[in-house]
């Protein structure tokens, strides 16, 4: 059986930590920031964690070599 590769789309965009959760930035800064608030760009920084289910299906179908 050939091995899997790994999606290139998810590559960039998700990061497991050595627990296993999937981190992930969040959307929306991009553009248009002229129309939010201070408070909603600031709340966009960073990264968050994916829910336990949804990191588990990442992991699984995108990132199969971690």
């Known amino acids: 059986m050939p ?3 790994t999606k ?3 590559k ?4 497991i930590t050595a627990t296993g959760k999937v981190l992930y ?3 929306g800064k991009r553009h248009g920031m002229i129309k939010r608030t201070n408070k909603q760009i600031r709340n966009l920084r960073g990264t968050a964690v994916l829910f336990k289910s949804d990191g588990d ?3 699984k179908f ?3 070599n971690g």
């Open 3 to 5: 091995k899997l590769k």
């Open 8 to 10: 290139s789309s998810a």
């Open 12 to 15: 960039k965009r998700f990061k």
């Open 25 to 27: 930035t969040q959307r």
């Open 57 to 59: 299906k990442i992991i």
């Open 62 to 64: 995108s990132l199969p």
